[in-house]
């Protein structure tokens, strides 16, 4: 089991394998629970989204592009049950 010793300032530095087994980089950040008896679960916190799961989404799409009155003449038609499939 790995110790740490608190600063005076109560602080604590992880190792680099604690941090390497967390998956947490530097910038990112640690969530703790408090458990009875004086115990800590620790965890690397995960975003629940991020600009990066975006990237590339549309890649190969089509590039036509409509206008606003196109896409207000879509909307409406599909709205109505008129929609061309």
């Known amino acids: 089991m ?3 010793a608190v600063t ?12 390497q087994h967390l998956g947490v980089k530097p910038g990112e950040r640690i969530e703790f629970e408090k458990l009875p008896g004086g115990e800590l679960r620790i965890k690397a916190s995960r975003p629940t989204g991020a600009i990066d799961d975006i990237i590339g989404m549309f890649a190969g799409k089509p590039k036509k592009v409509i206008t606003v009155e196109e896409m207000n003449r879509i909307a409406a038609a599909g709205w109505a049950g008129k929609l061309d499939k």
């Open 8 to 19: 005076m300032k109560g602080q604590l530095t992880l190792k680099r394998d604690l941090l």
């Open 2 to 4: 790995a110790s740490l």
